[in-house]
């Protein structure tokens, strides 16, 4: 792991506190100082346009609170202590302790401690999640991995249902609008979904994950090697598939799951979601056809979630001239490779792909590809220019006299709720917001 | 109290004073089991997450113009910069200060560092901070993983102070170390004060006398003169700038020559710091660490008492100024006008608000001093929450004990689940809350309005308006806690509110 700019994540102590925080009934315990937790609550709210710490998150989210004295002679005496108080205190089922950097390095037996509690009537267990060991989204994997390998027990394949995985809660924004558009799209070709994030969720919908009959992973990078996974220990095999934003990735998307899982009908919703959404389209042509929102070029600056729905959006939906596509976190080897054959498949040319976590390396790759002109009276030129990126593009919109509509995390200049860009819905609510930055200024 | 000269890493408040973050009782208990020195021991059996002294840290340090700063630590650490980044923005904006965009570094540790050690990581953050951004300092900010495997970070700076531009100034602040995040303060005071200039430089800044010019000694009375009439107003991220342009005027009002230090400040401008006759502290809980300093070795004296909130305490605080001054008849003039057009201002409001019962809860010395703006206003203080408590605070609290006998009070760094208990128990009008804890007084369905903000004026005369005018505004509409608080899910189980709010202090020792 490399020195890093302005990161777009936080730690994997933040990333699995998050998540088992956005599941229901659940309870992420902090083993590590008492200000870890509401440092990282401080990164996934202020990025993810202030979506909230709920029931059991937030500064709400029980610490063994450890201290000098604690590091020095072990941690496991207080993280007993308060665990016991949390399952005493807190409404919920399932307690997941989460060890921060300090107590995974001086090695408290956490394992041991928490198998104390076996017995206690609720579940109770431990994921490794030292800061140190990765980043938000590794710890989004383990917390969910961990969700698997101790509560969600493999059961006989319902052939109806299908688990959502790779949406990872406030490091993709628009997490809770994206997954109820998917399922809902899901629904329309006779399936059930378990989407673990969405306020619905319930126990059961966890319980019933075990039952699915397909493991459908909106990203090429992240809940991939935990399909895998799952796929050995569950028996569920797995799909991976972009997150289709708008009418044609919808359509694909639909048309792959039937056929995975052998479902027939899916013509006749695709045919009538498409109806429905160019009616839509229709009613903003008059607007956008006879202006210059008409085409644009386009730049892409998000996480590896975003970067291809995003630029894909741009180039087939909307008919504009995507030319970069910034790729913001850092990847492994093998994430890496799948983002750039889901790329490579998706048919871009004329985009650049680049792997780059650092914003001012961004700015400094635009500006040296597109030199400002010669004075000279005639020369092409990156404009007009439109950016979907995080807050931090500001500067390079600047730079490019482009348009930004803050769409990957960090967001911090809107608030999101249940705002999607998935799905058949995310699309029209996306081309709303690509065009409200081009009036706003009315 | 040499610290800063004599040690690499500043004393943490857990030990340089007498302090506690666990309470439930009154007033004068709380005074009596801290002056036993009891309150340290008073610990939670339950425990809900806050910030640690790193988040404070950044929050001052990043307000420093021409300046970049490392964390030191996994990806984690300084990740909650994007929410402080608008903040210290829209500050510097308000101080008329110059400020692009906020640029940080993580050396991002991993799991092969935290085995052999990070400072390599470190050097190469500092080298690339100098030569891409050439800030004027580069602040390395060390957080928890670096200090327990034995990081040296004062050695990477010292070894890389003749390659880079940019002074480099070590900040020590891993969460571990204290179990109050005000501890920050002495952290980034010990970073400054060690390794920025506090004194003016001869022939750069000043031209010292030669004995060529004009009458030396009338040139040295002069600077005196000019000097003792000089005040610096120290600040922090918790005192916005309408609070500093209030107070600033009020001393203007008495012929004072006033600079606001420490935040918001270029690091060349800190050495100017010292040539002024008098420091004052606008939160009795922020500065004595830099101030005894100064003190000790520019012989600048200095005032720390409690925070200008409310009508008395401000009399108190800019009487206290103009005694050393020697402006009390001009301030007590103007205290009598300012306070006679505050009366007027408010009487509007008055009825509205007399009688409220307000709930506080947040920094240790602004729910006192605001518990006793809100008497002044007629309000009925239920119960005050401070984050920590510390024995720098007894003052104001021995006076809350005078003015409010009784008084209980609950000594938590936030802990929804006794703020919450609280709330459903004692049902108040309205929670004066700091950021992190109105979300839950609003779950409980009360009324909240922030016990501070940067963007908001609290302080002195026109403070005291705003806060009269927001409460009339606040109690004047409740739809939305009373919709939230009848469908929000709280996470306890409803057990909780029948039990005691303090059931998970352990305490006993403390009321002996």
Known sequence: MSIIERQRFSCMLGGAADAVAAMPGAVPIIHGAAGCGGNLFMASYGGSGYCGGGRFGGNGVPTSA???????????ERLETRLRSAIELLDAEIFVVLTACMTEIIGDDVDGAVGRFQGCGKTVFAVSAPGFAGNSYAGYEAALGGLFKRYIKPSPADCRHVNLLGAVPFHDPFFRGDLEEIRRLLES?????????????????????????LNIVLSPAYGVALAAELAESHGIPYIVSELPVGAEASAEFLRKVAERLGIEGAEAVIAREADRYYNYVDRALDLIADTDFMQQYGIVVANANAALPYARYMRRELGWLPRYAFVTDSLNERQREAVEAAFAEAGMEGLALVFETGTTAVRKRVALDNPPLLPERYGDRLSPAYILGSSMEKELAAQLGAKLLTASFPITNRLVVNRGYAGYNGGLNLLEDIITQFVSVR | MSYISDSKTPPVRDS??????????????????????????????????????????LQMVMTMPDSVTIVHGASGCGAQIHTQDFPIRSGSAARGVKRGELIWMSTNLGERDVI????????????????????????????CAPNIIGDDIDEVADTLRGEVAADIIPLHCPGFKTRVVATAYDAVYHGLARNLELAPRPHEDFAPPNGLSRDIDEDKREYARRKARTVNLINASSIGAPDERELTELLRA???????????????????LTEAGLNVSMCAVHDDYLLEHIKEKHGTPYIISSMPLGIAETREWLLNIAARTGDMERAEA????????????????????????????????RVAAAALALKELGCQVVAVRPYHYDDLSDPIYERLERECPGLSVNVAPN??????????????????????????????????VPLMSPNQNYFAYTGMYELARRLARATQNDALQRRVGENARLPFKTGWYGRDPYSYIEQDRAFE
């Open chain 2, 116 to 143: 052999s050690g990070g400072e390599g990581k470190l050097r190469e953050a500092i080298l690339l901070v100098d030569r891409e951004y050439r800030p004027r300092v580069i602040f390395v900010a060390s957080s």
């Open chain 2, 415 to 448: 802990q929804a689940f006794e703020l919450v208990n609280i709330i459903k128990r004692e049902k108040p009008d309205v929670v004066l809350s700091h950021g992190g804890s109105g979300v839950w007084a609003t779950k409980a369905g009360a009324v909240s």
């Open chain 2, 334 to 365: 103007v205290a009598d006008a300012r306070e006679a057009e505050l009366r007027r201002g408010l009487a509007p409001f008055l009825p509205q608000i007399k009688g409220l019962r307000v709930l506080l809860s947040g920094g240790v010395i």
């Open chain 1, 66 to 76: 450890l201290t000098e004295n604690d590091i020095v002679f072990g941690g496991i």
């Open chain 2, 16 to 57: 340089r004073l007498k302090i506690g973050i666990g309470f439930g009782g009154s007033v004068g208990d709380l005074l009596r089991a801290s002056g036993k020195g009891r309150l340290l021991a008073c610990d939670r059996s339950f425990c809900q997450v806050s910030a640690c002294q790193l988040h404070l840290t």
């Open chain 2, 254 to 272: 008495i012929g004072l020559n006033v600079r606001v230090y420490t935040e918001y400040v270029a690091a060349d401008d800190f050495r100017f």
């Open chain 1, 189 to 213: 070709i006779g399936l059930t979904a378990t989407t673990f994030f969405t306020a619905d969720q319930t126990l059961d919908d966890l319980k019933k994950a075990g039952s699915a009959s």
